[in-house]
């Protein structure tokens, strides 16, 4: 039998889902700007709609909440004690199309640049991972510009 008010209650959680434009997604684009990359926000001519898009080094960049995405091994990716079922089925379908995504990016030639909301995106820390990204491609000597 399907509990009426547990549907409800299901879709106003899932109404809760981050939007565009959240603090993170704000926080990147001014890191992206500080760093004077080219850059197009919520580019949805790529696979996964990237939070952002480099260009000029393909690289796509996403900011993955911990819940939603199910970030392994962080307190803020634990299970609500009720509906467990439910919400094990709905993050892993999302893992599923993350790395769905990630593979389709791959073959078009874009690298993935992954951060989570649980710990705060420095310039810093955008910096070192997409000088990681550029330097691997170069090591494989892929880069092509
Ligand atoms: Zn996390």
Request: with cysteine; glycine share 4%; charged share 30%.
């Amino acid at each position: 039998m399907v509990d009426v008010f547990d549907k409800r209650k299901r879709s106003w959680l899932m109404s809760r889902i981050p939007g565009r434009n959240t603090k993170p997604e704000i926080q990147l684009a001014k890191l992206l700007r500080a760093e004077h990359l080219e850059y197009r926000r919520h580019y949805n001519a790529l696979p996964g709609t990237p939070d952002a898009a480099l260009p000029r080094e393909r690289i796509a960049v996403f900011i993955q909440g911990c819940f939603w995405h199910g970030h392994h091994g962080c307190s803020k990716a634990s299970m609500p004690t009720t509906n467990r079922t439910f919400w094990r089925k709905k993050i892993r379908s999302n893992t599923k199309r993350d790395m769905r995504q990630a593979r389709a990016l791959r073959k078009l030639g874009w690298s993935v640049a992954l951060f989570w909301t649980c710990r705060p995106l420095t310039r810093e820390r955008l910096r070192t991972r997409i000088r990681q990204i550029v330097v691997r491609r170069m090591d494989r000597g892929s880069f092509a510009r």
